[in-house]
């Protein structure tokens, strides 16, 4: 039996060439620093030969999960801190499972969770966790499930059911997040080339613009400039300066054209006769070049 050994620069041409093998997936390569490497959401240490867990939090962790009084069904509050108890009874070496049980206690205590509470949700996560996986559904729904906007008189209603005959779920449809975020929304599609309008929401200036590919493109592009604060960008400038916000979702095509020419003539005239926020100059056309567009 023969030794295998890698020496450290076969070890990156090996990388260099698992890294060829398809261009959209790249391996990395990290190190265990004290002996410690995470892996996922566990944190695992070496200790002369053997292996200990615990839970990995990444540096920028706060410890922000739902508050105790988010307006919530019970049971969504229940789940978020027996969840977290069951993650720790599921990944922690025993020498860790106290440390992570009384930080997860000390995070949503800050949260609002009164003790009294977790401790019943810490008795139904080790119930759940120790118990046998192979037992049959808890309901019988029978193929009555009924959907709801949650509300508290309704929540109490439906406890007064047989949940044998009837099962209700229900949505969030007002949250803070859905106002905020919507993840579903995309900008319209629209495929045209031609001249476009990008309004300011705060203000009556609007950014005129042209474009010879598709508008959500050019979009995106605007977008990128804000992210990342491109001061040769007059949307970027317009934001930055004057702290306004950009109305993305009124962007729009006015004057469809596949020619540039006639493109640069319609923007030319936007920016002269409507407010804009546009940096460059509009160009002075003869009368007679706007009359042919
Ligand atoms: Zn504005």
Not at 51 to 68: A, C, E, M, N, W
Not at 189 to 209: A, L, M, S, T
Not at 217 to 243: C, G
């Given at each position: 039996?023969?030794?295998?050994?890698?020496?450290?620069?076969?070890?990156?041409?090996?990388?260099?060439?698992?890294?060829?093998?398809?261009?959209?997936?790249?391996?990395?390569?990290?190190?265990?620093?004290?002996?410690?490497?995470?892996?996922?959401?566990?944190?695992?240490?070496?200790?002369?030969?053997?292996?200990?867990?615990?839970?990995?939090?990444?540096?920028?962790?706060?410890?922000?999960?739902?508050?105790?009084?988010?307006?919530?069904?019970?049971?969504?509050?229940?789940?978020?801190?027996?969840?977290?108890?069951?993650?720790?009874?599921?990944?922690?070496?025993?020498?860790?499972?106290?440390?992570?049980?009384?930080?997860?206690?000390?995070?949503?205590?800050?949260?609002?969770?009164?003790?009294?509470?977790?401790?019943?949700?810490?008795?139904?996560?080790?119930?759940?966790?120790?118990?046998?996986?192979?037992?049959?559904?808890?309901?019988?729904?029978?193929?009555?499930?009924?959907?709801?906007?949650?509300?508290?008189?309704?929540?109490?209603?439906?406890?007064?059911?047989?949940?044998?005959?009837?099962?209700?779920?229900?949505?969030?449809?007002?949250?803070?997040?859905?106002?905020?975020?919507?993840?579903?929304?995309?900008t319209k599609v629209n495929k045209n080339p031609g001249v476009y309008k990008i309004p300011c929401?705060?203000?009556?200036?609007v950014y005129w613009g042209q474009t010879?590919?598709d508008l959500n493109?050019r979009i995106?592009?605007h977008?990128?400039?804000?992210?990342?604060?491109?001061?040769?960008?007059?949307?970027?400038?317009?934001?930055?300066?004057?702290?306004?916000?950009i109305d993305w979702d009124n962007s729009a095509i006015l004057f469809k054209?596949?020619?540039?020419?006639?493109?640069?003539?319609v923007e030319?005239?936007f920016?002269?006769?409507f407010?804009?926020?546009?940096?460059?100059?509009?160009?002075?056309?003869?009368?007679?070049?706007?009359?042919?567009?």
């Amino acid at each position: 039996m023969t030794q295998f050994s890698l020496s450290w620069g076969s070890f990156k041409d090996f990388i260099s060439k698992l890294n060829k093998l398809a261009h959209n997936i790249k391996f990395k390569v990290e190190w265990k620093v004290d002996g410690k490497i995470a892996f996922l959401d566990i944190l695992v240490t070496r200790c002369s030969d053997q292996l200990s867990f615990t839970v990995y939090r990444k540096p920028i962790h706060t410890g922000s999960y739902l508050d105790f009084f988010s307006y919530h069904q019970d049971k969504i509050i229940y789940s978020v801190a027996t969840g977290l108890f069951m993650r720790a009874l599921g990944i922690c070496s025993p020498q860790h499972l106290d440390t992570e049980l009384y930080l997860v206690h000390l995070q949503l205590s800050e949260l609002g969770y009164p003790d009294w509470f977790l401790s019943k949700a810490l008795s139904k996560a080790i119930l759940s966790f120790y118990k046998n996986h192979n037992t049959t559904n808890k309901y019988i729904w029978d193929n009555k499930c009924i959907t709801l906007s949650y509300n508290e008189y309704i929540n109490t209603a439906s406890k007064l059911l047989p949940k044998d005959q009837i099962k209700f779920t229900f949505n969030y449809p007002n949250s803070l997040f859905k106002k905020v975020v919507n993840v579903h929304k995309r900008t319209k599609v629209n495929k045209n080339p031609g001249v476009y309008k990008i309004p300011c929401q705060d203000c009556e200036d609007v950014y005129w613009g042209q474009t010879g590919r598709d508008l959500n493109t050019r979009i995106k592009e605007h977008k990128n400039s804000v992210k990342y604060a491109q001061e040769n960008s007059a949307v970027f400038l317009h934001t930055y300066q004057k702290d306004h916000r950009i109305d993305w979702d009124n962007s729009a095509i006015l004057f469809k054209s596949h020619c540039s020419f006639r493109r640069k003539i319609v923007e030319s005239s936007f920016i002269k006769h409507f407010p804009n926020l546009n940096i460059c100059i509009y160009i002075i056309l003869p009368p007679a070049y706007v009359l042919i567009c």
